[in-house]
């Protein structure tokens, strides 16, 4: 462990520096938080789970927002891994669907 990361937090003086922007995901609603719950339990419902992928597709990873963060090459970096994420997930979902199409 660097001097610089605590219990892999980020200290004041380093979040002054980046941008805000790219790790905001918008307020969560109580319904987004118990289905987080219960997916990590593994007793979350079938809209639940829906739920879950959604806000890690749509919201957590942006996969559909704009990557590129002007005058920040590490933060743009940081928002292609991000979407990354998001994207590939996406990805699978749509080739299993494929799949399950073909085999019936």
Do not use: W
Not at 6 to 14: A, P, Y
Not at 27 to 37: C, Q, W
């Amino acid at each position: 462990m660097t001097d610089e990361i605590k219990d892999g937090l980020l200290d004041e003086e380093q979040l002054k520096d980046l941008n805000p922007k790219i790790f905001d995901i918008g307020e969560l609603s109580k319904s987004d938080v118990t289905a987080i719950k219960m997916v990590a339990r593994g007793e979350a419902t079938k809209d639940m789970q829906i739920r879950c992928m959604n806000l890690i597709i749509s919201r957590f990873s942006r996969a559909d927002d704009l990557a590129f963060v002007p005058n920040s090459f590490s933060e743009t970096a940081f928002m292609n891994g991000r979407q990354y994420v998001g994207k590939k997930l996406r990805n699978i979902i749509l080739v299993a669907r494929a799949t399950e199409h073909e085999a019936r």
